[in-house]
């Protein structure tokens, strides 16, 4: 499966990351790509309405949000965990941004 950035934001956000913490995200953003549909918990979970986090675990702990569209899976925002959910604010630009894909 092949994965693609919805924006340039998400690669900014990933290049500024330690370069262990970015390494453990490659590693991840592989696993989508290899597994497609398949990925499963601990490394993907679904938000519903078609949403999807991947879940990079470690000194700081990243969410992908992501999508299936066509044969891709969708990037659509990244940010650095810092509570048990992900934020209204950062899920709605998520979906916004699926929306548009739609």
Do not use: Q
Request: charged share 30%; with cysteine.
């Amino acid at each position: 499966m092949e994965i693609k950035n919805f924006t340039t934001d998400i690669d900014k956000f990933l290049d500024n990351l330690e370069e262990t913490t970015r390494s453990k995200v490659s590693k991840v953003v592989h696993m989508l790509m290899m597994a497609g549909n398949d990925i499963a918990m601990p490394y993907s979970k679904s938000l519903g309405e078609g949403l999807f986090e991947l879940r990079i675990s470690g000194k700081i702990p990243i969410r992908i949000i992501y999508c299936f569209y066509e044969n891709y899976a969708i990037l659509l925002h990244a940010l650095i965990k810092k509570s048990d959910k992900i934020p209204k604010r950062e899920l709605d630009l998520a979906k916004r941004r699926y929306d548009t894909i739609l």
